[in-house]
């Protein structure tokens, strides 16, 4: 049986509050020697980074590595070795972890890198002022970090995507103005690095930018991105600045060895201690870290002291030097041996097992241990504190998930499960929830795994990123388990197995050359593919998959990856990344997607010859039809050029004439319309079923150089250019012009018909009335004369359209004289053909009775 949870806790405050170490593992000789190392650790359970402290001497043996170049190692906090890599990129000023458990390692040329837990890294830069100052030291946080250059400025990079870094406010300016009111300020000692500085993350400020402290003589000053505030302390200088997990408070340690905890306002003067009243200390502070954010742990080399919030201490001693990492609940101390976690006893824990407690969780505990005994004291208890037995439980359940030992974790959990068959109405889900993350909690504890969450830490962080820092680490099989378990996504798990499966794997050796590799790859496809639908990875993009197997040189893999893709949104960029450009552009064209083809169509045809992307799409026969047509159109309102060079190329004649008739059409300048117009006939005469076309456009061009001919003849005061051909022979008619009129129908054949209409309409138009006249009597009308009246009379003419009537046709000349209001001239065509009836419906339609008494003298002097 384990020990009793009270068996490490030890009182301070006059015991109303506890603190316990818990040993989470023991290692020794697991670790190297921390005094010789610089260690940055990964809260929440995470890893240790360690590299060699150059500052130190070394006993140089046959056993001593060599230090020619700087190494990092990864141990994990059970002292099992996750990463060791080689560091050759400079002198490196400061490392350190991220929110996700990657490594953060920035050198004194402003370079960083962020390696995961496999080696492999991403590479950025601050910038070209930190690599023209330099960088002399940093301080890396969960989302960033803040770095001081050689000029005392401050970066700030937000994020872990390689972001442009942000200059914050300079110190040294408000630095300056106290050398003016302060005369025991140098200049010598403020251009100098502060003594020491810190930074407080964004999430915890509140104005929800990074905080730098910077410790400068005897006051510090507080920088953002905004403006540098002295704080106006007279207590520095100080050799540490730490901020509690929460960043309400700072723990600040003078070179006189006085703690002092302030508010981070620093309005709050929250407790003083001086370290010289502790008995056996040896040697300078090692660390000031915060125990939650309650209490402060300072260590020295094989010492450990918690400082409480009254002055109460508690001594823990090591067998050599330690390492400490503040975490939201505790600390967590490496020593030589041990892998500890000093924390505050939970209340509900000590509402259960403090000695003498009358807390309904105690009694609940006391009546179920009575009851698994069979005493009938257990049912006394449940009836003591049945108004409470609800809280009772939840108490139990709570103390439950804060124990280590799965033994008291069992016993409460079967406390919780005693005190609820008591209640009607409980709702059992934190039960099972707790018992789900205990589950969980044990499995990642355990040693050869190697991370010592708490509940707390467990909550705080979400199962999902301890099922993300599993996956990093390669424990796919366990992360799934959890994933499953606790009824997560099993993408992101699914997602990385197949990138890390794809960068292990080699092609089968089961033949040669080519042949060998697309062997392996099937198996590789096959494989991935069973597993994602075997375990629902529906929710993982095979294009992410496909990016991985390209990047580590498996083409083939990739493209059989991408065949599983549902969405060609996701496979077209990545094909066109591997240059397979046909089979981007069929995918393209396939999803039925216009913008998505269009985006295709663009970056081949900016990435490859021209020759070459019109072959594509010609080669690509019914299947890529849609791609040609969707470029047409927008090479038409875009880009009219590649619309001519693609018909050129594809031979297609028609459509590049109709393409230069369209232009022409546009076209102000003549000869470059001319030009366009042979163009056009050109491409029709090279069809041999265009020939008609051909000849239009002929009679086209030349009708324009006529045309142009003509406006130089009238030295462009009269315009032609463009009209057709009855427009132009109506110009020249309208202006005098008869023989370049003549000319146009000669050499254009125009019909006799055509040419006398648009004569009479010319001539009309201009009202030359005797020229109409000796036009008419040039030679027989083609069009007849009736042509004359009606046009005439229609363009309000009647009285010259009735000297034509007398040359039409007999029967109907009458109406025709109606027509141009000659009425006595209709009567007398009656008498003269001897028409009565006519006459009689000539007398019935007149518009007057004047006209109507002379229509009825004729009628009488008919016979």
Not at 30 to 44: H, M, T
Not at 56 to 83: C, M, W
């Amino acid at each position: 049986m384990p020990e009793h949870p009270t068996t490490t806790w030890q009182a301070m405050q006059d015991g109303n509050v506890f603190y316990r170490r818990q040993q989470i593992y023991s290692i020794p000789g697991k670790l190297p020697n921390l005094d010789d190392y610089i260690v940055a650790g990964c809260r929440y359970g995470g890893p240790l980074a360690m590299m060699r402290d150059n500052t130190k001497l070394v006993a140089i043996g046959r056993a001593t590595p060599s230090f020619a170049k700087a190494q990092i190692q990864v141990y994990s906090p059970a002292g099992e070795g996750l990463l060791l890599f080689s560091w050759d990129q400079g002198k490196i000023i400061r490392f350190g972890w991220t929110g996700d458990e990657r490594l953060v390692v920035l050198n004194e040329e402003g370079v960083y890198r962020v390696y995961d837990l496999q080696g492999e890294y991403l590479q950025y830069s601050l910038g070209s002022e930190a690599g023209e100052l330099g960088v002399l030291d940093a301080k890396i946080h969960a989302s960033g970090l803040v770095a001081m250059t050689g000029s005392l400025s401050l970066l700030e990079v937000k994020g872990w995507e390689g972001g442009k870094p942000l200059t914050l406010a300079s110190p040294g300016t408000l630095i300056l103005t106290l050398l003016i009111t302060s005369e025991k300020m140098s200049f010598s000692g403020i251009s100098a690095p502060p003594h020491c500085w810190a930074v407080i993350p964004p999430d915890f400020t509140i104005s929800r930018h990074v905080e730098v402290l910077l410790s400068v003589d005897t006051t510090i000053f507080t920088v953002d991105n905004l403006e540098s505030v002295d704080q106006r302390l007279s207590r520095g200088p100080f050799t540490h600045i730490a901020p509690s997990p929460n960043g309400k408070s700072l723990a600040l340690l003078t070179f006189s060895g006085l703690l002092w905890v302030v508010s981070s306002d620093f309005q709050r003067n929250l407790a003083e201690f001086d370290t010289h009243t502790i008995a056996g200390v040896q040697g300078e502070v090692r660390q000031v870290e915060w125990c939650g954010n309650d209490a402060i742990l300072i260590t020295w080399d094989a010492l450990a002291v918690l400082v409480g919030p009254f002055g109460d201490t508690l001594q823990f001693i090591y067998s050599g030097p330690t390492f400490a990492v503040t975490e939201v609940d505790g600390v967590r101390i490496v020593g030589p041996d041990v892998c500890d976690f000093i924390e505050k006893v939970p209340a509900s824990c000590i509402s259960i097992f403090r000695p003498g407690s009358t807390a309904p969780s105690a009694i609940l505990y006391d009546a179920w241990e009575n009851f698994s005994r069979r005493s009938p004291k257990g049912d006394e208890g449940i009836r003591s504190i049945r108004p409470d037995l609800a809280a009772a439980v939840n108490e139990c359940i709570d103390a439950a998930g804060q124990e280590w030992e799965p033994y008291w974790q069992r016993r409460l959990l079967n406390v919780a499960k005693f005190g609820r068959s008591f209640l009607d109405l409980y709702d059992p889900s934190d039960f099972v929830n707790m018992g789900h993350a205990l589950k969980v909690l044990n499995a990642v504890r355990f040693y050869e795994i190697g991370i010592p969450i708490t509940y707390t830490q467990y909550t705080h962080a979400s199962p999902a990123q301890l099922v993300s820092r599993l996956t990093a680490r390669n424990l796919h099989l366990l992360a799934l388990r959890i994933s499953t378990y606790l009824s997560l996504p099993p993408d992101a798990v699914l997602k990385h197995w197949a990138c890390a499966k794809i960068a292990r794997s080699k092609p089968t050796a089961t033949g040669s050359g080519k042949e060998s590799e697309l062997s392996g790859d099937d198996e590789v496809c096959n494989m991935i593919v069973d597993k994602f639908e075997k375990l629902g990875g529906g929710g993982v993009s095979y294009a992410d998959i496909a990016k991985r197997a390209w990047e580590v040189g498996r083409t083939g893999l990739a493209t059989k990856l991408l065949d599983h893709e549902p969405r060609a949104s996701d496979q077209v960029p990545l094909l066109l990344n591997m240059k397979e450009d046909r089979l981007a552009l069929t995918k393209a064209v396939d999803s039925g997607d216009t913008d998505l083809v269009y985006h295709v169509l663009l970056h081949l045809h900016k990435s490859m010859p021209l020759g070459s992307f019109f072959r594509l799409i010609e080669d690509g026969g019914d299947q890529l039809a849609p791609a040609g047509e969707l470029l047409q159109v927008y090479a038409r309102e875009q880009n009219r050029d590649m619309l001519r060079d693609f018909y050129y190329s594809d031979d297609r004649r028609v459509e590049s004439a109709v393409l230069c008739l369209e232009e022409a059409a546009t076209m102000t300048d003549p000869s470059a319309k001319i030009t366009s117009i042979k163009a056009a006939q050109k491409f029709f005469s090279e069809d041999k079923e265009r020939g008609f076309e051909a000849k239009m456009m002929d009679e086209y061009s030349r009708l324009l150089a006529f045309q142009q001919q003509l406006e130089k003849e009238v030295d462009g005061k009269i315009s032609f250019f463009g009209q057709n051909v009855n427009e132009t022979l109506t110009t020249c008619l309208m202006n005098g012009m008869s023989k370049r009129a003549d000319k146009l129908k000669a050499d254009f054949k125009i019909p006799d018909k055509r040419f006398w209409f648009v004569k009479l309409h010319a001539l009309t138009a201009t009202r030359d009335f005797e020229g109409l006249d000796a036009f008419a009597k040039s030679r027989r009308s083609p069009i007849g004369y009736e042509a004359f009246v009606r046009h005439l009379v229609e363009k309000g003419h009647g009285k010259e359209a009735s000297t034509y009537v007398a040359r039409c046709d007999a029967n109907k000349r009458v109406d025709l004289y109606v027509e141009c209001g000659e009425w006595r001239m209709a009567g007398k065509e009656c008498k003269e053909r001897g028409d009565k009836v006519k006459m009689e419906q000539l007398k019935k339609s007149c518009p007057n009775t004047l006209i109507a008494r002379e229509l009825d003298q004729l009628a009488a002097s008919m016979k």
